[in-house]
Structures are given as structure tokens and as C-alpha cells.
């Protein structure tokens, strides 16, 4: 329990520098992310510039409920918080129809597109300096015809996709349309100068492509789900444009509506000027009936002793004539269904005592409405029609029934009252039979203008909802333009250049770091064999690779006598007199472990120690080029051939004749390298060289590719394994595991050899700090971000 906050904050320590591991690894490609960030900032600023600015136009309109005008209960409900009978859903599909935008592409010639052309940008106008005159129909067109319209000194100058080039003249009547499908006229010839070698480009696109266009970008849409208030919006370049085009699609709806309500009164007036006519002609042939018949028995006033018995007869022969009259109606209503051909809009409200009927003709004439409109734009087998269709046969036979039983209700009561009348009819048994007969002309004729005088007023009220026609919507705000763009936003594209300027080079990066399989530090060699210890790492040095002198204070220098100092501590004691044996190899050719091998022996002569450097690498010997020497000078091949040489001579003089430095090169390449490092004279060698010198340093050749370090890894008292930053392959790692695992190779230790400045991660120090501690001969330059700070 007592190691729990240890291991926690231990924990939290390791987390901390894996983060700034990290945050420092990609911080060393700074100049890639600002170089990309600078570059995204700036396709940032120039997309502001030339990219098309577009801006939403937004009006707004409260549908009116068409119900309400005739339905004095459902306006007192609307009072009372009731919910409005107007489905904005079909209002919206109305709107947004091909029929309804037709109209207005048609009269605002949508189909006719004008840009402006800049030195790059290219912008969409209203309302350009000429005006078109098309000469061909735009439906005929299958795709759009581009022409470019240059406005020169005295004619236009019309160029078309082909290339092709014609001529036209400013004045109206003498632009020649050969060739062109419209003519050019100039609006204003006060403002040439103004306008003068400008070039326009003129689209003329195919009808059905523009209202579709219009269908699409117009977007209509109910502002709340409570209210009859829709919104109209529409994105654009042109402001003039965006603007016109939803004010005259608010138009086109208003007048839309206006004619439906319209064409039930046309109906009603159309229906009742023909039953004028035939009630005329009825009327005629009675009154000419009666006058005839009072002529020919003589008649002209009915006696005073029948008064009383009229009046009592009167009050039937009222209530038979309201019920006759009725009759007739309903007579005349179900004849006018009975000849309709198809789905036409039945006389509304003509005199009938019904409600139930006038309810079902209003609900009838109705859906006739909705269906034309919906057959007129989405044809006769829509599915939504065929409903309708229906629909209009259910009513349709729903009307029949309900008339079929007023009237039997009617006859019903006609027959009850025929019989009273027949019960007073004798009391006027005694009237003559003369008489009779002309009440009962009289009555007929009384009929037909009561009826006569019901049409007229009918007619009247059609005539007044014909010409007063209530609008089918109200303007809350015609179409207004915010001057802020919907497109392109500022700070989001530049913040989105600051990012993708980020992410790219980080992508690029992150890649790299994934794909890399190289050794770039020493934590990649402590991750992989934590049990092998790290005794130095080598930086990077482009000139000078070795020392100069004893007292040279270079980088490389001091790294060099670090490593020295540290190959120390692993050395086994041994008596006085006995030098120590150490090997340096690597697992591939390239990784430095001459270089290594020579700067190690160097650094163990400055402190005048007396170093043999010893060429082991007998397949491919290197150590010849530090020395500018031939490199079948004799050396440890030739000692090994021929055990009888001395093998002092074999021996030569160390690097820039340093008196404590020796050196015993390879020499003559032999066929059978392995032979000779595993026999006797190798060992003889060695033991021989260990009498004379502190420190034998053996070059020895890669272990992964030959054995012949293997063959003499048994004389060594430590072995330096040498990897290269940016070189050696983690891969790799697994084979030096193994040879110190299996003890191939004794006392094994890392060398992380060329590894760049400002990288290298030492026990709490980096190379980028400089060697020397303060008697270091150049001054080392602070990194970028710490002078800044210091400026600051």
C-alpha cells in the first residue's frame, strides 16, 4: 500500500516525458508545418478572393384559411385557439411545383443567364447593359449554348463556344440574328464609355434544365409548426435576381389561388345564365297559356263569396308551392350530375333548404379543384390523383343518394298536403270548373318566377365573388437580402487553412514515422533489449570524423571519452601488465564501427594509454582509408597465414604518428578468413598484444553476415555492438538480442552511433547543449524558440 502513490506518480512522470517525447519529435519539423501552414493560409486568402460571394434572400408569407370566409364557426373557433384547417405541406408542394415556377421562369427569362467577366473571377448579374432579344424557344434546346459578348466602341463583338465570331450593331432592328439564335440591343448609350470592352458571358440554357434548377435551389419551408407562416429562401450571386425571383413566385402563388376560387364562381354564373334561358322560355309559353285561356272562357277576376274559402286554400297551396319548388331543384341539381361527361364543378348553393347537400356540392367542388391542379402538373395516373378520383365518385354518389332521399321526403310531404288539399278542394266544389283551372296555370306561372328571381339573386352573389376576390395569402416581408454572405465564410476557411496547413504536414509526418522502421535514438534500443546497456551516443558530424590532436574539445571528441569511460566500467579487473581486449562489430556493413573502433582507440591514447587498433574485418578491411595507406600493407592476415612472423611486424604507426597509438591493419585479403581467425595464431595474437599495450581495440566484421566474429568472440573482454541512427533497422535488434541472450558475444554493449543534433536523448542531457561545460572553443547557439523568449 506505502508504493501505491510511488508507482502513481512514477507512472505520471513516464506518461509526462512520453508526451513531450512526442510533442518534441514532431516540434523538430517546425519548418514543414509553418512552410504548410503559411501555404494553406495563403490558397485561403486567394479562395476569399476570386471564389463566387453568394447571398440568401428570404421573404416571407401567412397562407390564408380559404375556410374561414364561409364558415362563421370555424373563424369563432380560430378565436377560441383552434387549430387552422390550412395543410402547409400541400401549399409548399404547390409552390414548389413545375408548373407554378414555369410561370415565373418564363417571366423573369430565367432561362437566360448573364455573367461579368473579371481578369480571373467571373460573377453572375441581373441586369447587364444590353438587353436580349431571343429569337428561338428555349424548350427546343437539349443543352446550354454559351456565348461571349464583348461591348466594343460601335457593335458587339459575339463570340461562341466553337469560336466562331459575329458582329452586331448597337442600333435595334439591324442585328443580324444568322447564325445566332437572339438579337443585341444596348440600354443606355450614355453609359458606353462606361461599359465599353467589357466581355459578358451569356448562357442560354434548355428550359426544362431551368425550372428544374429553380425547383431545386428555391427552398420553402414552414417558419413554425403552429403557424401559417412559410419561408422562402433562395442562395445566389446576384442579389437583384435572388430577390425578384421570390417576389414574383409569391405573386404567381396569390394569383394561382385567386383563379381557383375564381373558377367556382365562372361556374355558378355560367350554370345559371343557361337556366335564365330556359325559364324565359317557360315563362312564356304560361303566360301565353293563361292569356289565351281567359280570353277564350271569358275570365278576369274570381268572385267575392269564394274570398274565404281562397284564403283557407292559400295557406296550402303556399306550402305545396315550397315544396314543389324544392322539387324542382333538387330535379334540376341531380340532372346537371347526371350530364357531366367528366369531373366538372357543380352549381354551388342554388336554393336548396339541404345543408347536408349544399355541405356535399361545396366538398365536392373542392376536391375537383385539387385534382385539375394536380393532373395539370403530375398527370392523369399520379397516384395522389387516382385518390382524388375516387374520392370524387363517393361523393359524387353520395350527393345522388342524399338527393334521392330529399325528394322522397319532399314527395312525402307533397302528398300529405295534396290530400289536405283535396279535402279543402271540395268546398270549392261548388267554384267553377273554369276557375280551377286557371289557378291552376297561375300557380305553374308562379312557380317559374319564384324560381326565376332565386337564380337572379344566386347570380348576383356569383357576379360579386367573381369581382371581389379575396387574395389567398398575405405578404409578412417580401424577399429582403442580409449583407452578410452565405459563401465563402471568412473565418471558418481560414480557420480551416490553419488547420489543414496543421494536419497536412502532421498526415505527412505521422506517415513517415509510421512507415519508419530505422533506430533514431537510444529509446527505440532500450524498448526493444532493456537488458543491454547503452554506452554513448555518437552524434552526427559532417567534416572531421576522428580527433585532431590529444587536447581537441570537439563534440565528437568528448563523446568519444565518455564512451571510453563508460567501456571502463565494464572492463574486468585483471593483474598489472595485462591490457584489456575490445571488440567492436555491428549487425550489417555501414553502421561506423571502423570509425567507432578508431576514435575509441584515439580517445584512450589522449590520456596516454597505450592502444593497438587492430584490423579484424578480414573480408572487407576499412581501417586502410583513415590512414591513407595501401591496403595489402602486411597485417593480422598475413601474421595469421604465417604463424613464424614477428607480429610487431605487423605493426604500425598509429593515427598521425600519435606515439601511444598503434595500429595492425588487416592486410592481404585471404581466401579462408574463417580458417585462419579460428586457429592458433589469432589467440597468440592476442595474448602477445595484451603484454604490450593497455588496450587492444579489434575491428571485427558484421555479425549477421559472416561468422567470423563469432569464431573469435571468446578473447574479448567486452564487446561494443555499434548501430547507426537513421541507418540500422529495429528489425535488427532481434539478432543482437539473441547473440547476447545465447552469450554469443561477451560483455555486450550498444553504441548508437550518428545521431543528429538536437535528437539525441542522453541520461538527462542532449547534444544540443554542447560540449566542453564552458571551455568549449565555439559558442554554441541557442535553439529558435529560446530566443525568442529571451527577447521577449
Known amino acids: 500500500m506505502n508504493d501505491t502513490p510511488h508507482n502513481l506518480q512514477q507512472f505520471e512522470e513516464e506518461e509526462s516525458l512520453n508526451l513531450k517525447e512526442i510533442l518534441l519529435k514532431y516540434l523538430a519539423y517546425w519548418p514543414w508545418f ?134 452586331l450593331p448597337f442600333k435595334p432592328g439591324e442585328s443580324p440574328t444568322v447564325g445566332l439564335p437572339f438579337s443585341l440591343q444596348l440600354n443606355d448609350q450614355s453609359a458606353l464609355t462606361e461599359n465599353q470592352n467589357k466581355t459578358y458571358k451569356v448562357v442560354l440554357l434548355p428550359q426544362k434544365e431551368a425550372v428544374m434548377k429553380l425547383v431545386k435551389d428555391l427552398q420553402v419551408q414552414s417558419t413554425n409548426k403552429d403557424s401559417d407562416i412559410l419561408s422562402l429562401s433562395l442562395i445566389g450571386e446576384s442579389v437583384a435576381k435572388s430577390e425578384a425571383i421570390i417576389n414574383t413566385t409569391i405573386e404567381k402563388f396569390n394569383r394561382d389561388g385567386i383563379l381557383d376560387r375564381q373558377m367556382v364562381a365562372q361556374r355558378t354564373l355560367d350554370f345559371i345564365d343557361d337556366r335564365f334561358m330556359f325559364l324565359s322560355q317557360e315563362l312564356d309559353s304560361i303566360e301565353g297559356n293563361k292569356k289565351d285561356f281567359k280570353q277564350k272562357n271569358n275570365l278576369s277576376f274570381i268572385e267575392a263569396d269564394a274570398e274565404v274559402n281562397i284564403k283557407k286554400k292559400s295557406i296550402s297551396e303556399e306550402q305545396v308551392f315550397k315544396l314543389e319548388t324544392q322539387i324542382a331543384l333538387s330535379k334540376l341539381l341531380k340532372e346537371t350530375m347526371g350530364s357531366q361527361t367528366d369531373y366538372q364543378l357543380l352549381p354551388a348553393d342554388i336554393g336548396l333548404d339541404n345543408n347536408s347537400i349544399n355541405s356535399l356540392v361545396q366538398d365536392y367542388n373542392q376536391v375537383v379543384l385539387e385534382r385539375e391542379k394536380l393532373k395539370a402538373s403530375a ?17 359524387k354518389e353520395n350527393i345522388s343518394q342524399t338527393i334521392k332521399g330529399y325528394q322522397q321526403q319532399l314527395g312525402v310531404s307533397l ?88 494536419l497536412i504536414p502532421f498526415g505527412v509526418i505521422y506517415i513517415i514515422f509510421l512507415l519508419d522502421t530505422k533506430i533514431h535514438d537510444r529509446v527505440a534500443i532500450e524498448r526493444a533489449n532493456p537488458e543491454i546497456p547503452i554506452l554513448a551516443e555518437i552524434p552526427f558530424i559532417e567534416e572531421d570524423k576522428s580527433f585532431m590532436d590529444a587536447d581537441d574539445r570537439s563534440i565528437l571528441a568528448e563523446s568519444f571519452r565518455i564512451l571510453s569511460t563508460n567501456v571502463n566500467y565494464m572492463l574486468p579487473k585483471k593483474e598489472k601488465g595485462e591490457g584489456q581486449v575490445i571488440y567492436v562489430s555491428s549487425t550489417i556493413k555501414g553502421e561506423g564501427k571502423t570509425l567507432v573502433a578508431l576514435n575509441l582507440s584515439l580517445a584512450y591514447s589522449s590520456i596516454k594509454k597505450k592502444v593497438l587498433l587492430v584490423g579484424g574485418d578480414l573480408r572487407n578491411p576499412q581501417l586502410h582509408n583513415y590512414f591513407d595507406i595501401d591496403k595489402n600493407v602486411q ?72 561468422t567470423d566474429t563469432l569464431l573469435i568472440s571468446q578473447y574479448a573482454d567486452a564487446t561494443l555492438f555499434v548501430t547507426r541512427a537513421g541507418y540500422t533497422d529495429k528489425r535488427l535488434l532481434e539478432f543482437s538480442k539473441d547473440l547476447n541472450k545465447n552469450k554469443k558475444l561477451p560483455n555486450m554493449a550498444y553504441v548508437l552511433n550518428d545521431v543528429r543534433l538536437g535528437k539525441g536523448k542522453g541520461y538527462g542531457y542532449g547534444y544540443n547543449y554542447g560540449y566542453g561545460y564552458g571551455y568549449s572553443e565555439e559558442q554554441q547557439v541557442a535553439p529558435w524558440y529560446k530566443r525568442i523568449l529571451k527577447r521577449s
Open 635 to 706: 597485417g593480422l592476415a598475413d601474421y595469421l597465414h604465417n604463424p613464424e612472423l614477428n607480429w610487431k611486424d605487423s605493426i604500425h604507426e598509429g593515427y598521425n604518428k600519435i606515439p601511444y597509438h598503434k595500429v595492425c591493419f588487416s592486410g592481404s585479403i585471404p581466401p579462408n578468413a574463417p580458417q585462419l581467425l579460428s586457429g592458433e595464431g589469432f589467440e597468440k595474437f592476442i595474448n602477445a598484444a595484451k603484454k604490450e599495450f593497455d588496450y587492444v581495440i579489434v575491428d571485427t566484421a558484421p555479425t549477421i553476415l559472416v
Open 34 to 167: 509553418l512552410a504548410a501552414t503559411l501555404l494553406s493560409l495563403w490558397l485561403g486568402v486567394v479562395y476569399l478572393k476570386y471564389a463566387p460571394v453568394t447571398y440568401n434572400s428570404v421573404a416571407k408569407i401567412k397562407i390564408i384559411d380559404e375556410s374561414k370566409e364561409m364558415n362563421i364557426a370555424a373563424d369563432a373557433l380560430s378565436l377560441l385557439g383552434g387549430k387552422s384547417q390550412v395543410n402547409l405541406n400541400n401549399e409548399v408542394e404547390v409552390i414548389k411545383s413545375y408548373r407554378l415556377l414555369n410561370q415565373v421562369m418564363s417571366e423573369l427569362q430565367l432561362d437566360v443567364a448573364y455573367y461579368e467577366k473579371g481578369t480571373i473571377k467571373t460573377t453572375e448579374i441581373w441586369n447587364p447593359p444590353f438587353t436580349l432579344t431571343k429569337s428561338i424557344v428555349t424548350a427546343d434546346i437539349t443543352e446550354p449554348l454559351t456565348y461571349m459578348i464583348t461591348i466594343g466602341t460601335a457593335n458587339f463583338k459575339v463570340t461562341e463556344e466553337e469560336g466562331e465570331s459575329f458582329t
Open 415 to 502: 302528398k300529405q298536403l295534396q290530400q289536405q288539399q283535396n279535402l279543402a278542394g271540395s268546398q270549392f266544389s261548388k267554384l267553377p270548373e273554369k276557375e280551377q283551372l286557371l289557378r291552376a296555370i297561375e300557380r305553374q306561372q308562379s312557380i317559374k318566377e319564384n324560381l326565376f328571381l332565386i337564380l337572379l339573386q344566386k347570380r348576383e352573389e356569383a357576379a360579386i365573388s367573381l369581382a371581389v376576390t379575396t387574395p389567398s395569402l398575405k405578404v409578412v416581408d417580401y424577399a429582403l437580402t442580409s449583407n452578410i454572405p452565405v459563401a465563402p465564410k471568412k473565418l471558418v476557411i481560414l480557420a480551416g487553412s490553419l488547420l489543414l496547413g496543421l
Open 379 to 395: 398527370g392523369a395516373n399520379n397516384p395522389t390523383v387516382m385518390v382524388l378520383t375516387g374520392q370524387l365518385d363517393r361523393t
